[in-house]
């Protein structure tokens, strides 16, 4: 469940509460503006209390707004986490393709992704969010999102696969299988630092998890 790459994290920003925003009625925001304030509280909120202990209130205290407000955008709690976990992995999709799109190779590529998937630390209110999301019951509707959403990165590696093998960067491995296993990897590195096992402490999971995967596909015949 990929989280990172959401800019800097101050020392203990993790633990701290984020500041509310006073209310001001006159001047509450609209459109555009108004549901990502709503999505960006909703993630610390969430990060902060859990699903189960989430208040629309809550939200709509954080970003400013008005409880009314925050319903008329997104009615349900249960379509709102939906909507803030799609709008929160689009957001990061979108920080990474550009990322990607400045690679020079492959390879570059590939560390961009392991950077991204990964939490940032312990605490990381994405990666939260999803573990949040996904421990909920959903419909059809709600389980065909979160597939899609975790389908999205099995594509976005093995695309960088596929053309790591193509230009002879990478080793000719199975895709779909070699895939499947790297990002059980890195779901399990990340509850690792979500948890904050202490054989992180000195080690870099991101390093840790490329040398991995690297070993792997390295060419034949390359030492």
Do not use: C
Request: aromatic share 8%; glycine share 8%.
């Amino acid at each position: 469940m990929p989280t990172s790459e959401t800019g800097p994290v101050e020392n203990g920003a993790a633990s701290r509460p984020a500041a509310r925003v006073p209310i001001d009625r006159k001047r509450q925001p609209s459109g555009d503006d108004a549901r990502e304030r709503a999505m960006r509280a909703a993630i610390s909120v969430i990060a902060e209390k859990g699903t189960a202990a989430l208040r629309m209130s809550d939200i709509a205290a954080r970003a400013g707004m008005s409880t009314g407000h925050i319903l008329y955008h997104f009615g349900k709690k249960d379509r709102l986490l939906l909507e803030v976990l799609a709008w929160s992995q689009a957001d990061l999709w979108t920080r990474f393709q550009h990322a990607a799109d400045q690679a020079a190779s492959p390879a570059e590529k590939l560390d961009l992704f392991v950077r991204f998937y990964l939490p940032r630390h312990q605490g990381d209110e994405r990666y939260a969010l999803w573990t949040q999301v996904l421990a909920q019951r959903h419909d059809e509707a709600g389980h065909q999102i979160l597939t899609e959403l975790l389908d999205g990165w099995d594509e976005r590696l093995e695309a960088i696969l596929r053309e790591g093998r193509d230009l002879g960067h990478f080793a000719d491995v199975d895709l779909p299988e070699f895939t499947i296993r790297a990002v059980a990897m890195l779901s399990g590195l990340s509850e690792d630092v979500m948890f904050g096992r202490s054989r992180w402490q000195h080690t870099s999971p991101h390093t840790f998890a490329l040398s991995a995967l690297q070993r792997e596909l390295r060419p034949a015949g390359q030492g």
